[in-house]
């Protein structure tokens, strides 16, 4: 395994800082602005709150104009409930007028000529005005005008229909010479002038409120047609802005996807090329190694018997050399392939992955003491064989770097600072490293110890960091020499493709 | 006269070839190796033509296959192996530098009855082609050959 004890404060902290400064910019407006001016606001909103405030015009639009003109309507109906009821008043009115007439008229007969069928004329009158003032005082309800006029005719009619009870009475003890005058001239002619002219009043007042209503009626009706002309108007502006807001969108939205068409073509090109590279790579520059480490053999062998010591171990050097550079060039084919190999994202159960990990590397643990502290650890969405090889590579380098401790402890943990990622962290009583080439510690071929201290070629963290990048997530360590190492990876709790 | 069947050994890189070469001295099987240097020589062995016009008949008793050749690669050669009816028993082990899994997956497809990626060190280079050797050329037993005159 690779460089791996050494530290490194994070790079990925750093970006957060400048993710989250970028947001702020976005996301603040300002009110100063929002005053100033609305355009420009309106500007500085995004496509879905640009459209989303449009409709929110549009719907208050729509609702103060609807009111109003249910407002108007309700105007309108009670206008004409009322003039219905001013219809019946007049018809009411013209009606006692007449039955007042008549009563008067047929009193006048009777007295004259006694015949019993006048003064049944006259009694049926009689029997109905209470009918007549119920139905006067109920149409004229809520005016206070027509209330007292509707007193007055009442008042006027009883004294009307008393005189000529009295004139009746005077007739039956006195005989006609007794009520001879006031035959001739009525029994109550001041009366029935005076209803008659309560009664013109009233239809005046009537006729005067129904030109009224249906004026007002008019106007409330002209008002609702411009409001609604007005409204239709404002969201046919607002529908025509939405429309243009969104056809605007939509072909920035085109070009951005053309633009990432391009490289995305442009980016698959350059892999195919990387790719075709280091298939290159894999065949043809492990022959020559495979030839040095070769003829470097079947030299020894063909002059065995006259090898100096010297020359035996320059030759073997030349061997071990050439095998290194072969795992030199594996290490990087494998982490060339990680970044290109395709992600099968599955829920990975990081408890059973570890367990797992342990298992094969029990051999490497024989004979040492390491107290393991591994915590309940959660699911997390991933590529399980990527995943694996992230954990095997960070507990396999807390194993290399506590083999000087006479006791290791080696700790797998969890860290759930927040809803967004998963931290789980290796943490080992090792050799540590120092702080200051944290940086270096996750790069390709980075060692921060010397080949000869600890085995392994520097590619494993690189592998780690490319690897938890690949998932949307961060890798950082913390150390100090002699005193351990903590590597963390925090994955993120929500899917992100790579 | 019995003459053992042949070993094929198909190799461009002359440095790859004699290195496997001394492998199979030391296993004392160097002598029925033949070498061909690309894909074409290949099949002209098989199919008896070219240069080997005049061989003895007989299919080799097993073919290492490198895959990248010059004229016809690996994986043609193997394709018209796997597709020819006298000539799809001959086991056909690929030897090669390449780890590479789409050369994996598309040998085997095609047919291929082993793959051996070539070791960098040359003591286990060695003890692969010994091996190899050892396996096909004596303990395997190779398919009865298909009658000639049936073509």
Redesign the interface.
């Known amino acids: 395994m690779e460089s791996a004890t050494n530290n490194e404060p994070q790079i990925p902290l750093s970006q957060d800082a400048e993710s989250a400064g970028g947001e702020t910019c976005l996301d603040v407006p300002r009110p100063y602005r929002l005053w100033t001016s609305p355009i420009q606001w309106f500007r500085s909103l995004t496509i879905e709150r640009r459209i989303l405030s449009s409709f929110g015009l549009v719907f208050v639009g729509i609702l103060v104009i609807s009111m109003v003109s249910y407002r108007n309507a309700s105007i309108v109906s009670v206008n004409s409930s009322l003039d219905t009821r001013s219809h019946e008043l007049v018809q009411l009115l013209t009606d006692i007028d007449v039955a007042m007439d008549e009563a008067e008229n047929n009193h006048r007969r009777y007295l004259i000529t006694g015949d019993v069928l006048y003064l049944t004329g006259y009694r049926s009158v009689v029997k109905q005005k209470p009918v007549f003032i119920r139905y006067l005082e109920g149409l004229a309800a809520g005016s206070v005008e027509q209330e007292e006029r509707v007193g007055l005719l009442n008042r006027m009619m009883n004294r009307q229909l008393a005189a000529e009870a009295k004139a009746i009475e005077q007739l039956d003890g006195g005989g006609f010479e007794a009520v001879k005058e006031i035959a001739l001239e009525g029994a109550a002619k001041d009366e029935l002038a005076e209803i008659h002219r309560v009664v013109g009043e009233m239809e005046l007042y009537e006729r005067e409120a129904l030109r009224r209503r249906v004026l007002e009626s008019a106007a409330v009706t002209t008002n609702t047609i411009v409001l609604l002309g007005v409204g239709a108007a404002l969201q046919l502006v607002l529908l025509a802005s939405v429309y243009y807001l969104i056809r605007h969108d939509i072909t920035e939205r085109r070009r951005v996807a053309e633009e990432l068409q391009r490289r995305g073509e442009l980016l698959e090109a350059a892999n195919k090329e990387l790719e075709s590279f280091s298939?290159s790579v894999?065949?043809?520059l492990?022959?020559p190694?495979?030839?040095i480490?070769?003829?470097?053999?079947?030299l020894r062998k063909a002059v065995a018997d006259s090898l100096s010591e010297k020359a035996s171990r320059y030759l073997e050097t030349i061997?071990a050399s050439?095998?290194q550079?072969?795992q030199l060039i594996?290490d990087l084919?494998v982490f060339s392939?990680m970044g290109r190999q395709e992600m099968l994202r599955t829920n990975v159960d990081l408890n059973q992955l570890i367990k797992a990990i342990l298992n094969d590397l029990r051999l490497d643990l024989q004979g040492r003491d390491i107290s393991w502290t591994i915590e309940r650890l959660p699911d997390v969405s991933g590529d399980s064989a990527m995943l694996r090889q992230v954990f095997m590579n960070l507990i396999a380098n807390a194993v290399k770097f506590t083999s000087t401790r006479p006791k290791a402890e080696i700790t797998v943990g969890v860290d759930i600072r927040n809803t967004e990622e998963i931290v789980v962290f290796v943490r080992d009583n090792g050799v540590g490293f120092n702080m200051d080439y944290v940086s270096k510690l996750f790069g390709v071929f980075q060692r921060l110890h010397r080949v000869d201290e600890f085995e392994g070629t520097g590619i494993g963290l690189a592998n780690v960091r490319r690897i938890v990048h690949r998932h949307g997530g961060r890798t950082w360590a913390e150390g100090a020499i002699d005193q351990g190492a903590t590597f963390y990876v925090a994955l993120p709790t929500r899917r992100i493709g790579s | 006269m019995i003459v053992a069947k042949p070993i094929l050994l198909a190799e461009d890189n002359p440095r790859d070839a004699e290195l496997a070469m001394a492998a199979m001295e030391e296993q004392n099987i160097s002598d029925k190796v033949i070498v061909c240097h690309d894909g074409a020589e290949v099949l002209d062995y098989l199919y008896c033509r070219g240069s080997f016009k005049s061989r003895s008949k007989g299919n080799p008793v097993v073919i290492f296959l490198d895959l990248k050749m010059p004229k016809v690669n690996g994986l043609e050669v193997l394709q018209t192996i796997k597709g020819d009816t006298n000539l799809r028993s001959i086991p056909v082990v690929m030897l090669t530098s390449s780890r590479e899994e789409r050369d994996l997956r598309e040998s085997y497809a095609l047919g291929a009855n082993a793959y051996v990626v070539k070791p960098v060190e040359f003591h286990q280079f060695v003890s692969a082609v010994k091996e190899l050797g050892a396996f096909w050329g004596v303990i395997n037993e190779p398919p009865p050959e298909v009658s000639r005159s049936a073509k």
């Open positions: 298939y894999s065949h043809d492990r022959a190694l495979r030839h480490d070769g003829y470097a053999s079947l061997s050439a095998t550079m072969g594996d084919l392939r």
